[in-house]
Each structure stands twice: as structure tokens, then as C-alpha cells.
């Protein structure tokens, strides 16, 4: 898995599983947590659609967290305030990177069911789309 793909299992894994994943993670490697969980805000930017102008919609309350795994970074950043994912995620980031422990293999499976769930979300509304001709 490339280090995108990680990153969205961990975004979009249950809280449970991450968790227990992040426990398996510990069982083999010592964790040093570097920064502890805190609270900020990010600028949240989106595109407009029509002339494609970025633009900056408002602030975005995030978690931040980074730890140190066997002597293997681990960083991550979750929406609102949620210290316990945050640590979580940064302990399976720290894992994804050092290999071993099936940390791969379990957050394939993660990414597949989110990717599986998304497509089965875009075929429950695809009956609703709507195509628009342009008129000149």
C-alpha cells in the first residue's frame, strides 16, 4: 500500500477496529508518544465548481497526535475533538511503516470495505442523477 491508501483505511476505519488494531500494534513495539493529542483548527478550502477558484470555506476542528513506534514515526490528524483515534491512528500510521504485524494486510481490508461501502452509497443515489445540457 502507498502511504495515500494508509491513510484513507486509517480515516476511514470504525474507531473500534483502529483501536484494536493500535492494540495489536503495541503488543510487538514500544511506543513513545512525541506529541501528545491536541486540539486545533485548519483552514478547510474547497473548489468551486464553476471556475474551479479555490476558496476558504471556515475552520475545521482537528485532533493532532505523533508518536514513536520501535523508533518508527507515526503521525495523524482526526476530525473534532477525539484524542483517543488521534493516538490510535498514529500508533497504526507508526506500524504501517515499520511492516510486519499484518498492519498491511488488516488496513487493506479496511480500505476495501470503505471503497466498497462508497460504491454501494453512489449506486443507492445514481437512480436520482440528474443530466443537465447546456444551451447555447
Do not use: Y
Amino acid at each position: 500500500m502507498n502511504p495515500q491508501e494508509v491513510q484513507e483505511a486509517i480515516a476511514h476505519a470504525p474507531t473500534g477496529r483502529l483501536k484494536e488494531l493500535a492494540d495489536r500494534c503495541l503488543l510487538d513495539a514500544e511506543a513513545e508518544v512525541v506529541s501528545r493529542p491536541r486540539q486545533a483548527l485548519v483552514m478547510a478550502r474547497v473548489k468551486e465548481t464553476v471556475d474551479g477558484e479555490v476558496f476558504n470555506l471556515g475552520e475545521v476542528l482537528v485532533t493532532g497526535c505523533e508518536v514513536s513506534l520501535g523508533g518508527e514515526p507515526g503521525w495523524a490528524m482526526v476530525l473534532d475533538h477525539d484524542p483517543e483515534r488521534a493516538l490510535c491512528a498514529a500508533v497504526v500510521d507508526a506500524a504501517s511503516r515499520r511492516g510486519g504485524d499484518g498492519v498491511q494486510a488488516e488496513l487493506e481490508g479496511l480500505l476495501a470495505e470503505a471503497r466498497g461501502a462508497r460504491k454501494a452509497r453512489w449506486a443507492g443515489v445514481q437512480p436520482t442523477r440528474v443530466s443537465f445540457e447546456e444551451m447555447s
